[in-house]
T-cell receptor, first 113, second 112 residues
Framework: DSGVTQTPKHLITATGQRVTLRCSPR?????VYWYQQSLDQGLQFLIQ???????AKGNILERFSAQQFPDLHSELNLSSLELGDSALYFC????????????FGEGSRLTVL | AQSVTQLGSHVSVSEGALVLLRCNYS??????LFWYVQYPNQGLQLLLK??????LVKGINGFEAEFKKSETSFHLTKPSAHMSDAAEYFC??????????FGSGTRLLVRP
């Protein structure tokens, strides 16, 4: 158990819909990262937050957005969903001063039909 | 820009045999390199990391990796494979904004 909790574990929805994925980082971790894992693209970095502020942005589509709340949990919002958005979305957290040492949740598997 | 390339999407070894998973990096500055493992239906877990303190890095579960600047490599090895080592392994490099860039992954199959 990494200590990072992601909900829901599985989600099936239709094209054009909007979903929200939730992540609770390990206790005390201020950094939260979101990654997308798919067969064709591999593991792609989406976005990072540190203590509520956006720290780095990767290949995140404009239809996607994220935020980190004062209690440090984070949400990834995916809208106008397309078939190609079907993937495993991982959240990870890390401790200050331990850059690169990420603790991953078990992921949220999104299927868009 | 930093990047890593993993050679071989699948590697198959017999139980008890040497495991060698290859990773080459591209970086304009001394890199911070990592190996992560993903077991089926789980998130990634850190195996080991290189931060320039020592070229041979020991990790969990008997794995180690050697940083070779002349070859721009950071290959992962384990002397004797166990059935429980079957998983997908990812090499990663940390970029200038401290985020990890992952390779495409290598799936390790262990034959009885």
């Amino acid at each position: 158990d990494s200590g990072v909790t992601q909900t829901p574990k599985h989600l099936i929805t239709a094209t054009g819909q909007r979903v929200t994925l939730r992540c609770s980082p390990r206790s005390g971790d201020l950094s939260v990262y979101w990654y997308q894992q798919s067969l064709d693209q591999g593991l792609q970095f989406l976005i990072q937050y540190y203590n509520g502020e956006e720290r780095a942005k990767g290949n995140i589509l404009e239809r996607f957005s994220a935020q980190q709340f004062p209690d440090l949990h984070s949400e990834l919002n995916l809208s106008s969903l397309e078939l190609g958005d079907s993937a495993l979305y991982f959240c990870a957290s890390s401790t200050s001063g331990r850059a690169g040492e990420l603790f991953f949740g078990e992921g949220s598997r999104l299927t868009v039909l | 820009a930093q990047s890593v390339t993993q050679l071989g999407s699948h590697v198959s070894v017999s139980e008890g045999a040497l495991v060698l998973l290859r990773c080459n990096y591209s970086s304009s500055v001394p890199p911070y390199l990592f190996w992560y493992v993903q077991y089926p239906n789980q998130g990634l877990q850190l195996l080991l990391k290189y931060t320039s303190a020592a070229t041979l890095v020991k990790g969990i579960n008997g794995f180690e990796a050697e940083f070779k600047k002349s070859e721009t490599s950071f290959h992962l090895t384990k002397p004797s494979a166990h059935m429980s080592d079957a998983a997908e392994y990812f090499c990663a490099v940390m970029d200038s904004s401290y985020k990890l860039i992952f390779g495409s992954g290598t799936r390790l199959l262990v034959r009885p």
